[in-house]
């Protein structure tokens, strides 16, 4: 058994380092067709050291850090050459391949960069964050009440962009002699501000009602074991699918069945399952969207169906129908202080019972009531374009006081930034 592992183990890091290596050479050769990064240009520099697997973190912030670059010139570092590779065919901002540190190096010697943006907490995050003389500023990939949102880690920047109250309750559990008032600076969900932006639906509307159900991954450990693609998942679909009146848009976590491959299989069952029911009706336009782009799903939906994850408060901001699954882990860890003490949880049942919660939650409006102040609590105000000024306010602020400390600073001289050790990457196992 164990020789086995270890046999595919070893073919899995051979595949990982020749695909690594043709990402590389075809990364290499469309930079070459690129013209160079124009000096001292760009003022704020988004950091991503993950691989394209989890691009989706970074994928989210696409519209507004385009916004804002219109004001604030900004260039996406990114450390792994697969994603590197898509965020230069897809990223609507210049990207700079920094794969080592005397690449990383090269470019903030180059670039004026006052900010540094993190949308998560990868351990490379330090190799970027030993920079001083800048802010290093956490604006995370999602709002969400996972035990990934209280983690200390926070104190390792300078300053984090929360959603709002409920996030600044949630770290304030967790966080002691934290500078909430300079250091925590809510902006509601900037994204939810684009959450359409001229999208073309890929179906025709009509009177089908709309379910959105987007799953998180199974999850690396009990106590975060909230997917629901092989608890929850294949008897809702089938169950939809099966009433005529529904029209299904699945979009699972980019990750699920990386750890169970149970979660796999229901995954692809899933998956069949919509192929089938499309090939029986064509008029029924169920979608399996796996694409880049998220928002759209999220403003369409007349009731959405996801997992605790970030994905939950993504669809609070939208303000409409929402159903949460309950996980079927006693083990997962549930934070039942905030939105989940009062969700619309969905159990795994049957698929006529599965329908059944569905149909009752789009059409109550007692439970529209309760969405209605959570959304408040979470985000603040909501109307279109708050949001979107709340972020660039806090962007305004933060250049305005690097100007102060550079002013305050300015007989200090220049420092050496230079990274003495050689760090040759091993293979990008998450390239």
């Known amino acids: 058994m164990g020789l086995r592992r270890d046999a595919r183990r070893a073919v899995k890091l051979a595949k990982e380092i020749m695909w690594s290596r043709r990402a590389q050479r075809a990364l290499g050769e469309k930079l070459r067709q690129q013209p160079p990064l124009e000096p001292h240009r760009f003022k704020i520099g988004v950091y991503f050291a993950d691989g394209k697997v989890n691009l989706y973190?970074?994928?989210?912030?696409?519209?507004?850090?385009a916004e804002l670059a219109e004001t604030y010139p900004v260039l996406l570092l990114s450390?792994?050459?697969?994603?590197?590779?898509?965020l230069v065919d897809e990223s609507p901002l210049p990207v700079a391949y920094v794969r080592r540190v005397a690449d990383l190096e090269r470019v903030v010697h180059e670039q004026d960069l006052?900010?540094?943006?993190?949308?998560?907490?990868?351990?490379?995050?330090?190799?970027?964050?030993?920079?001083?003389?800048?802010w290093h500023v956490f604006i995370n990939h999602g709002e969400s009440d996972k035990m990934y949102m209280t983690t200390n880690q926070f104190k390792a920047y300078d300053y984090a962009l929360i959603a709002g109250d409920a996030a600044r309750a949630r770290l304030d559990k967790v966080l002691w002699d934290y500078d909430f008032d300079k250091r925590a600076i809510p902006i509601g969900r900037p994204q939810a501000d684009h959450y359409l932006d001229g999208t073309v639906l890929p179906y025709t509307p009509d009177e089908r009602e709309v379910v959105l159900y987007a799953p998180t991954w199974e999850g690396d450990r009990d106590a975060a074991a909230y997917g629901s693609i092989a608890t929850h998942g294949v008897e809702l679909v089938r169950g939809l699918l099966a009433t005529g009146r529904h029209r299904v848009i699945y979009r699972p976590h980019p990750r699920s069945g990386v750890v169970d491959e149970a979660y796999g299989a229901a995954n692809r069952q899933i998956i069949q399952a919509l192929a089938a029911a499309n090939a029986a009706d064509p008029s029924a336009q169920h979608v399996y969207d796996h694409g880049p782009k998220l928002g759209w799903q999220l403003a369409a939906a007349d009731v959405a169906i996801v997992d605790i994850s970030?994905?939950?408060?993504?669809r609070l901001a939208a303000g409409k129908p929402l159903l949460i699954t309950r996980p079927v882990n006693p083990a997962a860890q549930i934070d039942t202080s905030g939105y989940l003490q009062a969700c619309e949880w969905l159990a795994a049942t049957d698929a006529a019972g599965l329908v059944s919660r569905v149909d009752e939650v789009a059409h109550d409006e007692a439970a529209l009531e309760r969405l209605g102040f959570w959304v408040e609590r979470y985000f603040g105000d909501t109307t279109p374009?708050?949001?979107?000024?709340r972020f660039h306010?806090?962007?305004d602020h933060l250049m305005a006081e690097w100007e102060r400390f550079a002013e305050l600073h300015a007989g200090d001289g220049e420092i050496d930034e230079h990274d003495e050790s050689d760090d040759e990457d091993d293979l990008e196992a998450t390239a």
Request: charged share 15%; proline share 2%; aromatic share 14%.
């Open 393 to 395: 306010a806090a962007v």
């Open 385 to 389: 374009g708050v949001t979107t000024a």
């Open 310 to 314: 970030a994905m939950v408060y993504d």
């Open 114 to 134: 006052h900010v540094i943006f993190y949308v998560n907490q990868n351990a490379k995050n330090f190799q970027m964050m030993r920079y001083g003389r800048r």
């Open 79 to 86: 450390r792994a050459s697969g994603a590197a590779l898509s």
């Open 57 to 65: 973190q970074l994928r989210q912030w696409y519209a507004p850090l």
